[in-house]
C-alpha cells in the first residue's frame, strides 16, 4: 500500500524536450562541486549541509540564465509567492541517490519545486507517525512541489540504485530545486 502526501504536486512535462537540452548544456558549463558524494552547484546562496544553514548576506551573484527564468515562470504561475532565489542542481549517475530529509527548515521558504532532467527516478516519502510511505516516479521535465506537510512534516529520499523496480534502469539525472532563502529580521 501506497499513501498519498498531502501538499506534494507533480506537473508532468512542465518543460520542452528542446529546452531539457539546452538547460542540461547549461549547466554542464557550470563548474561542478564534488566535495560530497554526488555533484552539485549552488546558485544565488551557498548551502551549508553540515551547519544546515543558508547565510542570507552573502549571495553568491546573480542566478544563471537559465534559473532566472524557471524562477520567473515559477511565480508567474504563482508556484512560489516571491522569486525563488536559491537553486541547487544535483546530480545523480546510476547507483546515487539522496537519503531522507526534510529540507532545512529555517534556511528556506515553504514550497519546494524540482525540476528532473534527464532520467526519471523513483522518490520515495516517509509519514511523520509511522505508516505506510508513498513512492513517487518523477519522470524526466516534470515539476514537483512540496508545500505545507510534504514540505514541512514527511521526509523524501533517493533511494540509491542502479534501477527502479517496473521502470528499468536508471541514467543520468539532475535536479534543479528552486528554494527562497529565508531573511531573519
Ligand atoms: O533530486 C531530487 O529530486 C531531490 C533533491 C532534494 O531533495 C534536495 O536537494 O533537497
Ligand atoms: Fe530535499
Redesign the pocket.
Known amino acids: 500500500m501506497t499513501a498519498t502526501v498531502p501538499g506534494l504536486t507533480l506537473v508532468p512535462e512542465w518543460i520542452s524536450a528542446a529546452l531539457e537540452r539546452d538547460i542540461v548544456a547549461a549547466v554542464d558549463a557550470h563548474p561542478w562541486d564534488d566535495s560530497l558524494r554526488r555533484r552539485v552547484q549552488h546558485h544565488g546562496y551557498r548551502y551549508a549541509y553540515r551547519g544546515r544553514k543558508v547565510d542570507a548576506a552573502e549571495p553568491l551573484g546573480p542566478l544563471p540564465a537559465w534559473a532566472a527564468e524557471l524562477a520567473a515562470r515559477l511565480c508567474g504561475e504563482s508556484v512560489f509567492t516571491c522569486p525563488p532565489d536559491q537553486v541547487?542542481v544535483?546530480e545523480?549517475v546510476p547507483g546515487q541517490g539522496?537519503s531522507a530529509?526534510i529540507?532545512c527548515v529555517p534556511c528556506f521558504g515553504p514550497v519546494v519545486a524540482?525540476l528532473?532532467l534527464g532520467s526519471g527516478?523513483m522518490?520515495e516519502l516517509s509519514p511523520p507517525e509511522p505508516g505506510p510511505r508513498a513512492v513517487v516516479w518523477?519522470p524526466p521535465r516534470s515539476l514537483?512541489v512540496l508545500a505545507g506537510d510534504a514540505r514541512y512534516r514527511w521526509r523524501?529520499a533517493?533511494p540509491a540504485r542502479r534501477s527502479d523496480p517496473d521502470r528499468g534502469p536508471r541514467g543520468r539525472r539532475l535536479?534543479l530545486?528552486f528554494r527562497t532563502v529565508v531573511r531573519r529580521q
Do not use: E, G, K, V
Request: net charge negative; glycine share 0%.
Open positions: 541547487i544535483n545523480y539522496i530529509h529540507d524540482s528532473s527516478a522518490m518523477l514537483l523524501h533517493i535536479s530545486t
